[in-house]
């Protein structure tokens, strides 16, 4: 990467250490469907990494990201349900992107140097244009101090922690990966005119998409990257930027087609309703710009009615972007920064109907490849303000480190409450005998943004060993983090309260969530922020009924 070995050291240390509580989280959520369907596989590696690329068979999604699952796959077959090696691959993943992120950031900004200095050269000339030329090479960071900072901003934000923590969120760690080293041979195409680095930013782009399909639009910002390198000291690229894109708009044309004929979409893993217009899509853009830089405000949801975290989180947007686009309009003679925004718009869009929080990590694995995007930035205006704002970005990145580290410790407490709950499910069911039904009410969709059962509760008794998950039967599944309960999500459920009544009379409300399952809820309260803090239900017949709510409630509040 032609950088310090000491440096790569603090900048690795920097972006594990934070992360370290996620070692000790075990598989959550989406991760018990994937890695049941992986233990009962009774396919060779060959034969599950064939049909992964050919039909995404033996994975229980329809998506087309064949990659980061043979990897998981893979983990499956080398350690079983050890969680704690998978983490650490995704650990792994997470430095070796930083360390990627600081190679880029540090390539880049090095052509914008030159550029600079050449001209202010050619100032000098002149009595006025040298003291212009003194008072723009003030004490300012250079491009690899500024590199590292903003990589490390990158590395430790607390929005990084759902991808990092979470492994379903792998295909986001390997496709960012990919983009990295896509962006950075691609770069070094640009200098060096070395065919063998443009095979390889097109392989590896063509690894991030079969990742994720976020990367698809990254090509896009490769221009800017010519742009960037073009007459910047270096040694210009024998093949014309147009013919070494060609291959790039190819594959982009022919990758739907890859799809239709492997999964039956054309599209993404959400299908067409990510290409619909809609005021959330025409402001996702700014929500990327702010989220990106903003740590989750998680006091917005527990103390302020709805509207209102609706409102803060307008302000906030509005005057971040605003912040941003004045700075970025004083740093347009940069090429970085039009490099910075090409990424941002180019990463952004493929997730841009998708849902952002103000004040919770949910869906924060969407910020993870855009936010390359604010440390190149970043990184870009610390080479041009004073020094001190250096120190002031060091200051914040540790009390960021705090921040995440305890987001991150979330994930640990969320995987002790989830393996306490499939305990006792698997020996309810034990203890029923069987044919009995075993009634589940309210299972915890999350803990304060780090998600736990949804729906895999049969997935996870699997994997445990435990039999009759077929005789289950959920009352509820309230996911507990969303705006509507949000202030119950502090304590996994807070003050909610679940009235269990087999001998009541004919229901009145009926709920989304139990319209599958003959269980009716009798009635419900809201507080005065209009939020959910009672449920009743009320079942068609006598029956064994387990609670699992306060069960949860006492390990938390021990």
Not at 291 to 297: K, R, V
Not at 509 to 534: C, K, N, Q
Request: aromatic fraction near 10%.
């Amino acid at each position: 990467m032609g950088l310090p070995a000491f440096v790569l050291l603090v900048v690795a240390l920097g972006a594990l250490i934070p992360f370290l509580p996620a070692l000790r989280a075990s598989f959550l959520a989406d991760d018990f469907p994937v890695v049941r369907a992986f233990l009962a596989s009774r396919q060779t590696w060959l034969q599950f990494a064939v049909g992964a690329l050919t039909a995404m068979r033996g994975i229980p999604l329809n998506f087309y990201r064949p990659l980061p699952y043979i990897m998981l796959y893979t983990e499956t077959c080398v350690w079983g349900t050890w969680a704690f090696g998978s983490h650490a691959v995704s650990l792994a993943l997470h430095v070796v992107n930083t360390l990627l992120v600081v190679a880029l950031l540090h390539r880049l900004l090095q052509h914008d140097a030159r550029r600079r200095l050449s001209a202010l050269r050619h100032e000098s000339e002149s009595p006025s244009g040298a003291v212009n030329a003194r008072s723009m090479l003030g004490p300012s960071a250079t491009p690899l101090m500024a590199s590292v900072a903003a990589a490390l901003f990158f590395a430790i934000h607390p929005r990084r922690v759902e991808a990092v923590a979470w492994l379903s969120c792998r295909p986001d760690l390997l496709c960012a990966t990919f983009a990295l080293v896509a962006a950075f041979a691609y770069v070094r195409a640009a200098e060096s005119g070395d065919w063998r680095w443009d095979l390889l930013s097109w392989a590896s782009w063509c690894g991030a998409v079969m990742s994720k399909e976020a990367a698809l639009l990254l090509p896009l910002c490769f221009p800017f990257f010519d742009w960037l390198t073009a007459r910047a000291g270096g040694a210009r690229g024998t093949i014309r930027p147009a013919r070494r894109l060609l291959p790039f708009i190819i594959s982009i044309v022919l990758y739907p087609i890859l799809r239709r004929a492997v999964i039956g979409e054309w599209i993404g893993g959400y299908g067409w309703s990510a290409l619909r217009p809609s005021l959330s899509t025409l402001t996702s853009v700014p929500k990327f710009i702010a989220y990106g830089l903003l740590p989750p405000l998680e006091w917005s949801n527990r103390w302020l009615p709805a509207d209102a975290v609706f409102r803060l989180a307008a302000v906030f947007i509005g005057l971040l972007v605003g912040f941003v686009l004045v700075l970025a309009f004083r740093l347009r003679g940069d090429r970085s920064v039009w490099a910075a925004a090409a990424w941002l718009v180019a990463c952004s869009l493929p997730a841009s109907s998708l849902r952002l929080s103000l004040g919770t990590t949910f869906n924060d694995r969407f910020l993870y490849l855009p936010s390359v995007a604010a440390a190149l930035f970043i990184a870009a205006a610390l080479v041009r303000v004073r020094a001190r704002w250096l120190a002031a970005l060091v200051l914040l990145e540790l009390v960021l480190g705090v921040q995440t580290w305890l987001v991150t410790d979330r994930w640990r407490v969320a995987s002790d409450l989830t393996n306490r709950i499939v305990g006792q499910v698997a020996e309810r069911l034990h203890a029923a005998g069987g044919g009995t039904p075993v009634y589940l009410a309210s299972l915890p969709d999350s803990y304060r943004g780090a998600y736990m059962l949804r729906s895999g509760i049969r997935d996870a008794l699997e994997i445990r060993g435990a039999e009759g998950g077929s005789r289950l039967v959920e009352l509820s599944h309230y996911f507990l983090e969303t705006p509507d309960v949000a202030p119950l999500s502090a304590r996994l459920t807070g003050n909610l309260v679940v009235a269990l009544d087999a001998r009541s009379g004919q229901p009145e409300i009926l709920p989304s969530g139990v319209r599958d399952v003959p269980v009716l809820a009798s009635g419900t309260r809201r507080d005065r922020f209009g939020r959910l803090d009672h449920v009743e239900f009320r079942l068609p017949a006598p029956g064994p009924v387990w609670l699992v709510t306060p069960a949860a409630i006492e390990v938390v509040g021990r």
